[in-house]
């Protein structure tokens, strides 16, 4: 049994949840929900992975494995199904937009740590702004792309669906479905996966 260290609202521990789910591999995995922070330590994490970052799967054997992309992968290692495709030049397409996505989520990440973690006095605003820029550029990139939410669905979908219902949850304000409909209709679909209401673990 692999144990995977997560946190509910994380759009990258929900990429691994749902990629999990999509592969096959949910019960061979014992989810750890956890509590991290960039100012704070969580001993159980750091032990396994010296970032102390989530997520991070243990396997049986002890190894730890890191970041979301690399669990991913390992994941697309133990299926015949893969999330990416395995060679070619479609893969590094995947690949790309995958890290676009998270990209998105990572640029949110830190402008709500800068809202919400950082002590008034010392917040900067610009760093906000300029971290929600990429985000509004990245979803104005995808808008104009090929989007897919069925079952040819593969990690670079999986880490836009994240990424946008992490928008969902901590900017609600920025309303992306208004001025991005196909991107609408993208998520309206993934929602309505087995993997995605499995793995909405949000609070």
């Known amino acids: 049994m692999m144990t995977l260290y997560y946190a509910g609202p994380s759009p990258?521990?929900?990429k691994v949840l749902?990629?999990?789910?999509?592969?096959?591999l949910a019960t061979q995995i014992n989810p750890v929900a956890v509590s991290v922070s960039p100012v704070g330590v969580n001993p159980d994490v750091a032990a396994a992975n010296p970032l102390g970052k989530i997520p991070t799967l243990v396997l049986a054997n002890g190894e730890a494995i890191f970041d979301s992309r690399v669990i991913v992968d390992y994941f697309d290692s133990l299926t015949d199904r893969s999330l990416a495709p395995r060679s070619g030049a479609e893969r590094w397409t995947v690949l790309t937009a995958q890290a676009q996505a998270d990209g998105m989520?990572?640029?949110?990440?830190?402008a709500r740590y800068e809202a919400a973690l950082r002590p008034e006095p010392l917040r900067w605003s610009a760093w906000e702004t300029g971290q929600m820029?990429?985000?509004?550029?990245?979803?104005?990139?995808?808008?104009a792309g090929a989007l897919t939410a069925g079952d040819d669905l593969t990690i670079a979908d999986i880490a836009l669906g994240c990424a946008l219902g992490y928008l969902d949850f901590?900017?609600?304000e920025l309303d992306w479905r208004q001025t991005h409909p196909r991107l609408a209709a993208f998520y309206a679909e993934l929602a309505k996966r087995s993997s995605w209401i499995a793995t909405d673990q949000r609070s």
């Open 12 to 14: 990258f521990a929900r």
């Open 133 to 143: 820029d990429k985000v509004v550029r990245g979803l104005t990139t995808f808008e």
């Open 170 to 172: 901590r900017f609600a």
């Open 18 to 24: 749902v990629a999990a789910h999509e592969l096959g």
């Open 105 to 110: 989520a990572d640029a949110a990440l830190l």
